[in-house]
């Protein structure tokens, strides 16, 4: 009786260790699968920020499908994304990019259970919308017979009394009187107050070419850092925001705005002309996509 006894004891002792084993393997596995699946979330949404911020980069280029691809690459290998495995496409009308890209991940635990790998991925869009209301204009334009825009082509914003014109392009915005110092002020520092696409503004008669101009040379000579149109810093006081209008004769109707910048001032006295160059340059603003003819642009993920 005795023998049998432990035989049976011995017996139950390997089928507990037969048991734990196969407990020990399960627990294995969830392990695997719950740590493994941490770091793919972490992964997936280091993924989905950089594709994120790639996309705005390359958003800011539009409507230039190849400015645009550049910086969304560039963008993408700074925050360690492998240039090779995106894919970028854009909408028919440039206005929007959609990137998406894979990224292979190393597993920890589940490497014993066969899997070396995964993928993630993700996707980003970014779309520029023109902007409606601005605030900070300075008081000259651009008329909208001059559109449309190209990039770092030179625009007289001012003109001289040679050039025949009696209206010389500088705007009355409201509040401010035909004080020579107020339009230094504004040439400077721009208009304080929002003015919005289809608002009337008034013409400035005679000519504010001294306090206009000084106004402009004190924005030039804020410029310390040797911007040029094409290579700028953003705080550069040399980029300006002006209005796209519409001449109706007594008045202006503003259709549109514009990033501008200043090139340079030439002539003297009443003959003195501003001349700026159009610059593709986004802002943080309100928007409105029923807004035909503005050259300045917001840019925001749209999904």
Same mark, same amino acid.
């Given at each position: ?24 393997? #399960? ?26 911020? +790639? +996309?705005?980069?390359? +958003? ?37 990019? #959609? ?30 919308? %023109? ?7 300075? %008081? ?79 924005? #030039? ?15 550069? %006081? ?23 910048? #200043? ?28 807004? %035909? ?11």
């Amino acid at each position: 009786m005795l023998p049998l006894i432990k035989r049976l004891v011995k017996d139950e002792r390997g089928t507990v260790i037969v048991v734990i084993a196969v407990i020990f393997t #399960i627990l294995l596995g969830f392990v695997a699968l719950s740590v493994d699946t941490g770091i793919l979330f972490v992964q997936h949404s280091r993924l989905g920020r950089a594709m994120d911020a +790639a +996309a705005l980069a390359g +958003a800011q280029e539009l409507p230039d499908r190849d400015k645009a691809r550049q910086a969304a690459l560039d963008y993408a290998g700074k925050n360690n994304i492998d240039p090779g495995t995106l894919n970028i496409s854009f909408s028919v009308d440039n206005k929007q990019i #959609i990137l998406s890209g894979t990224k292979n991940v190393d597993l920890v635990f589940a490497k014993f259970l066969g899997f070396e790998t995964s993928d993630v991925n993700a996707r980003a869009v970014a779309v520029i919308k %023109p902007i409606s209301i601005v605030k900070g204009l300075m %008081p000259v334009g651009i008329g909208d017979d001059q559109l449309p825009l190209t990039e770092g082509q030179d625009y007289m914003l001012k003109g001289g009394a040679h050039d025949g014109a009696p209206w010389r392009g500088i705007l009355k915005y409201p509040g401010y009187g035909d004080g020579g110092a107020d339009y230094r002020e504004l040439a400077c520092h721009g208009y304080n107050q929002n003015i919005k696409v289809g608002d009337t503004e008034g013409k400035v008669s005679g000519d504010k070419s001294g306090p206009t101009m000084q106004g402009v040379t004190d924005r #030039i000579e804020a410029c310390t850092d040797g911007c040029t149109w094409n290579h700028y810093t953003e705080e550069c %006081p040399r980029v300006a925001l002006v209005p796209i209008y519409h001449d109706t004769g007594e008045s202006v109707t503003v259709v549109g705005f514009a990033s501008v910048f #200043i090139d340079r001032v030439d002539g003297q006295g009443s003959n003195s002309r501003l001349w700026a160059r159009y610059i593709n340059h986004t802002i943080s603003g309100e928007t409105d996509d029923s807004v %035909p003819d503005s050259y300045l642009n917001s840019v925001r993920l749209s999904e």
